[in-house]
């Protein structure tokens, strides 16, 4: 019971956090399931065991978790039965053990995560016995993330906890010892809000996917000199920097514009976006390379190279959360922008 409560404890605690710490999902939850192999170690005198339980948790800043988890299950004590039923039924030591745990989501593409964290985890024995009493010390976590969609993951990882001597333990002093566990299960992401984007530039909105025109270019002015307008935006593969097919429609579009003889005096400026995966420096590079493509593309078209201006925002100008699939492809972006 001791253990169960302070689990509940931790949980409403953590859930009880507030959404605006920025998180990776900002206000979402994670919840989930797995199944657990333990191995205790040698002092403790306990066979292997296989188990079950279920964690909770709470993004508290950008790709850091805060969590906790409860496993359970039923070891046996590895010595010889004696063929006593009531003796022998004390071969079996029921375990529970919690954990509380700071968890960092590393990148390794856009379906496979990293996972790393520390904390603290507390063994909770069914009876006090010399064989196994209680206790808690720093435990640690190495595994991968597998997102199956926006909503699932799969987690597979390795877990370490060291259980710190104490002398004053009843009925024997406790031992320090090392337990090594290994989990795999299914998370759910709730309260995650995938959010429709709007942006807004002067007398011109882009919606999320649309294209190019609201107006004819030679109509469009430029309200605050010295502001660029959008007049188009084309999206890139993850990783990618070349122009699509569907990209090269739109651009198609808008250099038969330029050319048009009352453009011909119209400057643009191509500005590429990336998503948040990767470190800030590889996407800013990767945001110049987009917009670069597209410049080059404009060129080939006719377009005079002097008309045109590529620069880059790399992660840093996000139209749509990083979190979901449909929003990193948003931000894969390069926004045509009028000058003049």
């Given amino acids: 019971m001791r253990t169960t409560a302070m689990f509940a404890l931790g949980t409403v605690i953590a859930l009880g956090l507030p959404a605006s710490l920025h998180a990776q999902r900002q206000g979402a939850v994670e919840i989930g399931g797995f199944g657990r192999f333990t191995k205790f170690a040698e002092s403790q005198q306990l066979d ?9 948790g709470i993004y508290v800043l950008r790709n850091l978790l805060l969590e906790m988890d409860l496993s ?42 990293f996972l790393i964290g520390g904390g603290y985890a507390y063994d909770a024995y069914g009876r006090q016995r010399q064989v196994a009493p209680r206790g808690g010390g720093p435990s640690g976590l190495v595994g991968l993330r597998f997102a199956l969609n926006d909503m699932f993951s799969f987690r597979l990882e390795g877990i370490g906890n060291y259980v710190t001597a104490d002398d004053e333990t009843l009925p024997t002093p406790r031992e320090s010892h090392f337990n090594l566990g290994a989990q795999a299960g299914v998370s759910v992401s709730l309260f995650t809000s995938d959010r429709r984007p709007v942006i807004q530039y002067d007398t011109v909105r882009i919606m999320q996917r649309d294209t190019v025109f609201t107006t004819r270019m030679d109509t469009v002015r430029v309200n605050v000199p010295g502001r660029p307008i959008v007049i188009g935006a084309v999206q890139f593969a993850f990783n990618q920097d070349a122009i699509t097919p569907e990209a090269a429609k739109v ?29 800030e420096s590889y996407n800013t590079t990767l945001g110049q390379q987009r917009a670069d493509q597209v410049r080059d593309y404009l060129v080939s078209k006719g377009v005079a190279a002097s008309r045109i201006s590529s620069t880059t925002a790399g992660e840093s100008d996000p139209l749509a959360p990083n979190n979901t699939d449909n929003g990193r492809a948003t931000n894969r972006r390069v926004l045509i922008m009028l000058s003049n």
């Fill in 72 to 113: 359970y299950a039923d070891a046996d004590v590895n010595r010889a039965p004696t063929g006593i039923a009531a003796y022998d039924s004390l071969n079996k030591v029921s375990h529970a053990l919690w954990n509380y745990r700071l968890l960092y989501n590393g990148h390794f593409s856009e379906k496979v995560k």
């Fill in 48 to 56: 292997a065991a296989f188990g079950g339980g279920g964690r909770a």
């Fill in 251 to 279: 651009l198609d579009q808008i250099a038969a514009s330029l050319l048009e003889q009352v453009n011909m005096t119209r400057t643009i400026g191509v500005k590429g976006n990336t998503d948040a995966i990767g470190s």
